[in-house]
């Protein structure tokens, strides 16, 4: 590991909880600001009003807001993450199996992405100039800019409505708690297809644009000078040096699809960590938003911390210069 | 390093430039017409009240769901809406919410944050970044619908109490709350890109000769930063700036499908989320052309915001001429 590098892994990782306290108490300050709270949500329209404000006495929920969030860190902080108020469950039995859910679909997303937008970028960039290179890249871009919104009840329709290849939703409430979805189950292929699409375009063109960059370094040229055969040119020195800055794309991607899961997860019914956070959100179910801020902010903050490093191991100038002296 | 070196890498546009980026803009087909794309529906998003046919509320019960026809060229929905009109007056939405956005939070936020940031370095740099830190590492579509879903209620009685007191009813108006509660929780995480763009730009330029002499002669920092610095990170902001028009109407489309945007106007969510929602895919064989019109426009819009993204950053990034 390069001198320096150590040092600045070691700051920005102690910034990481610094980052995840304000986070959390923006969305903690935030769900309490609400309209209502969970124990109106739960006791319906008919409940008595002092039964519900003697719950909240009991549950701290008329305390100043700073009290109640400092006692839900020390909570946090000591492995008890609350009471999930939708399932009436600890929040991590209800949230781990989502998130083994959610891993899957995305762990395959983004090896299925890599394995086609990094020959497609390469395959394009090599045919620079001929219409090969704009049709691939175009080819890419269609389907990327259909927004899931469309395509997933257009896909859902063909697919599954129409030919009959995927089973319907059909996501049973057993998988809500514990059992395994399996990656090889047929339902996750819709799923994985409508994240697959938009990821490929991305990574694909940033590809296409490293590999012409790579194309003009003068030790390509000297790689051709001396008589290597093409093939050994694209894949011994130009893919390779290629691929090194592409890298730094695998957080951002992370970072996406976060986000997506939980549009596409409430729009499938899948039970996962996306459609959870969704309807935490809608039942005030405090805990359980607490609990995927934070995983959500963790992982994102991770993954901007891997991109930043792989910069600095990548490109020394920038380990010198401004970006890591910070 | 010496000022010389830092500059280097970035030769960035000198004075005659702008005349030339267009010339190789419009020598190529595939960015004009993306432009045009988004010019034309941003064209009719803004002339809405003036060509939709009909108000985006009117009903027609007698006509619901009708295939597209002379009457309504792109058919009605559920409830007898016009869709023509409908699409035109959630362009509007597009258009009010992107813009509104882009120019509180990328223009003005991030190019002031970024040039205090860049330029003044020291505390205000720290704070500056690390709030951007902060914002940057939520998952923002999880924390829009967190505000969202919140605040609507006290803001929308705040508006109502502002508008009681200044007697100026426009602010209580159907809409008008939720339209700057969603760009303004846009804005809250939209300036972060282009404020670290414009600070790293200004840090490689400070140390440039012409600034240095900028300085020395006595010009003020202001001065400085508007008339030497602004102009030389110009070509990269628009760029910046075009893609982010594009991704806040991505997001505001995904919030009001979700519910939790925009919802007393018609928007492009509400609009495909009517169409095509949970529980009503038969209707993409019963009634095919409520997802059409929506998904037109959508795509139609993505579409040329991806491809002028890619086009402007071939133009105008050195290396790949």
Same mark, same amino acid.
């Given at each position: 590991m390069p001198a320096g590098l150590a040092g600045y892994i070691l700051r920005r990782l102690l910034t990481v909880p610094l980052i995840l306290i304000v986070v959390s108490f923006i969305a903690f300050a935030l769900g309490r600001l609400a309209p @209502?709270? !969970?124990?109106?949500?739960?006791?319906?329209? =008919?409940?008595?009003p002092e039964t519900i404000a003697r719950i909240r006495e009991e549950r701290g929920l008329n305390d100043p807001i700073y009290e109640q !969030?400092? =006692?839900?860190?020390?909570?946090?902080?000591?492995g008890d993450f609350g009471t999930s108020a939708k399932y009436r469950l600890p929040v991590e039995d209800v949230l781990l199996p989502r998130l083994w859910i959610t891993l899957q679909i995305n762990i395959v997303v983004v090896i299925l992405s890599w394995m086609i937008a990094i020959p497609a970028g390469v395959w394009a960039a090599l045919r620079r100039g001929t219409w090969l290179d704009p049709l691939t890249i175009g080819l890419l871009l269609l389907p990327a800019s259909v927004p899931v919104l469309v395509s997933t009840p257009l896909l859902q329709y063909l697919l599954v409505v129409k030919l009959g290849l995927l089973p319907s939703g059909g996501w049973s409430d057993a998988e809500y708690f514990g059992v395994e979805l399996g990656i090889f189950s047929k339902r996750a292929v819709l799923p994985v297809l409508i994240m697959t699409l938009p990821a490929v375009a991305g990574i694909a063109r940033y590809m296409r644009g490293q590999v012409l960059e790579v194309l003009d370094q003068d030790y390509v040229r000297t790689a051709r000078a001396k008589g290597l055969p093409g093939t050994a040119v694209v894949t011994r020195h130009v893919v390779r040096n290629a691929l090194l800055p592409i890298v730094t794309l695998f957080g951002f991607e992370l970072a996406a699809l976060?986000?997506? @899961?939980?549009?596409?997860? @409430?729009?499938?019914?899948?039970?996962?960590?996306?459609?959870?956070?969704?309807?935490?959100?809608?039942? =005030?179910d405090y805990d359980g938003i607490m609990a995927v801020v934070i995983l959500g902010s963790t992982m994102f903050v991770l993954a901007m911390l891997v991109v930043d490093v792989t910069y600095g191991f990548i490109d020394p100038r920038i380990r010198l210069g401004e970006g890591l002296s910070e | 390093m010496s000022a010389f070196e830092s500059s280097a890498p970035l030769q960035l546009p000198t004075v005659s430039q702008p005349q030339r980026v267009l010339r190789r803009f419009l020598r190529r087909p595939v960015a004009v017409v993306a432009l045009s794309v988004i010019v034309a529906i941003y064209g009719i998003g803004i002339l809405a009240p003036v060509i939709a046919p009909e108000s985006f509320d009117d009903t027609d019960l007698r006509a619901r769901n009708e295939a597209p026809s002379w009457d309504h060229p792109l058919g009605t929905d559920n409830l007898g809406h016009d869709l023509l009109s409908r699409s035109i007056w959630s362009a509007q939405t597009t258009v009010i919410i992107s813009v509104g956005t882009v120019a509180s939070a990328g223009l003005f936020l991030g190019v002031s944050l970024g040039l205090l940031a860049g330029y003044r370095r020291g505390l205000a740099d720290f704070i500056i970044m690390r709030l951007g830190d902060v914002f940057s590492s939520v998952p923002t579509i999880l924390l829009l619908i967190i505000i969202n879903a919140t605040l609507k209620d006290r803001f929308e009685s705040w508006f109502g109490h502002v508008s009681e007191f200044t007697g100026i009813g426009w602010f209580?108006?159907? /809409?008008?709350?939720?339209? *700057? $509660?969603? *760009?303004?929780?846009?804005a809250v995480f939209g300036w972060v890109g282009i404020a670290r763009l414009i600070r790293s730009q200004v840090l490689a330029l400070r140390e440039s000769q012409y600034v240095i002499s900028a300085r020395a002669s006595g010009a003020s920092t202001a001065r400085i930063l508007f008339r030497h610095l602004l102009p030389n990170v110009g070509n990269l902001l628009i760029v910046m700036l075009t893609m982010s028009l594009g991704s806040v109407a991505i997001a505001e489309i995904?919030?009001?499908? $979700?519910?939790?945007?925009?919802?007393?106007?018609?928007?492009?969510?509400?609009?495909?989320?009517? #169409?095509? /929602? +949970?529980?009503?895919?038969?209707?993409?064989?019963?009634?095919?052309? $409520?997802?059409? #019109? +929506?998904g037109f426009f959508v795509v139609a819009l993505v579409l040329a915001f991806n491809l002028l993204g890619d086009q402007l950053t071939d133009i105008l990034s050195p290396r790949r001429r």
């Open positions: @209502s709270d !969970y124990v109106e949500i739960q006791a319906g329209t =008919r409940a008595q !969030y400092v =006692r839900y860190v020390g909570d946090f902080v000591t976060t986000g997506g @899961s939980i549009i596409v997860e @409430s729009l499938l019914g899948i039970p996962g960590v996306g459609q959870y956070a969704f309807e935490a959100i809608g039942s =005030r | 209580s108006d159907s /809409g008008v709350p939720s339209y *700057f $509660l969603v *760009f303004g929780g846009l995904g919030l009001s499908y $979700l519910g939790v945007g925009i919802q007393d106007r018609p928007t492009f969510g509400i609009m495909i989320s009517e #169409a095509v /929602g +949970p529980g009503k895919l038969q209707n993409v064989r019963e009634h095919t052309h $409520l997802i059409l #019109a +929506p």
